[in-house]
Antibody, heavy 123, light 107 residues
Framework: EVQLVQSGAEVKKPGESLRISCKGS????????ISWVRQMPGKGLEWMGR????????HYSPSFQGHVTISADKSISTAYLQWSSLKASDTAMYYC????????????????WGQGTLVTVSS | DIQMTQSPSSLSASVGDRVTITCQAS??????LNWYQQKPGKAPKVLIY???NLETGVPSRFSGSGSGTDFTFTISSLQPEDIATYYC?????????FGQGTRLEIK
């Protein structure tokens, strides 16, 4: 069974750095791209960016480019989302989500998702 | 970015009702449209992919249709466990974008 397990909730102060993780199991980690999706409190879903774990190629949404960094370590089947300087507006639930890659490329839908990591940024 | 507009934003219906949600894209996206269900406190789950294909294990009361710019998601007979927020998502162009969501409640 393909499964993504994310790291636990975080409480940080503005200006602090943070890295959250997403560990894949039950499949070949390099066969699925990993995306990160933000959900602010009471709001909808926003795609932040994705990584191909086989070569660490990344693509970011223009809305998040330069604000976060996505990386992966295929040796431990783990993807990461990190911030160098958090803001209060980064308070949200963050989901990782996998996208199967077939011969013609990624399938376009996200399945499965991690359980989410709640990040709270407050002074 | 392609804008996805869902309607209604919220919906109240009775058990057994037929429920329909629409999603309109700001430009032609062919059939590159998926539907997700997000139950309170849980991660989203894909129900329909490529506009009309039912994901494995998803009950047949869920269905999707449409192409181009206009899409429809239907629950043929609403069940209590269907209480959730539903999102459409396009993947014709990067970045993938989601509709704003439709919150479904039981009347």
């Amino acid at each position: 069974e393909v499964q993504l397990v994310q790291s636990g909730a975080e409480v940080k102060k503005p200006g602090e750095s943070l890295r959250i993780s997403c560990k894949g199991s039950g499949y070949s980690f390099t066969s699925y791209w990993i995306s990160w999706v933000r959900q602010m409190p009471g709001k909808g879903l926003e795609w932040m960016g994705r990584i191909d774990p086989s070569d660490s190629y990344t693509h970011y949404s223009p809305s998040f480019q330069g604000h976060v960094t996505i990386s992966a370590d295929k040796s431990i089947s783990t993807a990461y989302l990190q911030w160098s300087s958090l803001k209060a507006s980064d308070t949200a639930m963050y989901y990782c989500a996998s996208e199967r890659v077939e011969q013609l490329g990624p399938v376009g839908w996200f399945d499965p998702w991690g359980q989410g990591t709640l990040v709270t940024v407050s002074s | 970015d392609i804008q996805m507009t869902q309607s209604p934003s919220s919906l109240s219906a009775s058990v057994g009702d037929r429920v329909t949600i629409t999603c309109q894209a700001s430009q032609d996206i062919s059939n590159y449209l998926n539907w997700y269900q997000q139950k309170p406190g849980k991660a989203p789950k894909v129900l329909i992919y490529d506009a009309s294909n039912l994901e494995t294990g998803v009950p047949s009361r869920f269905s999707g249709s449409g192409s181009g710019t206009d899409f429809t998601f239907t629950i043929s007979s609403l069940q209590p466990e269907d209480i959730a927020t539903y999102y459409c998502q396009q993947y014709d162009n990067l970045p993938p974008t989601f509709g704003q969501g439709t919150r479904l409640e039981i009347k």
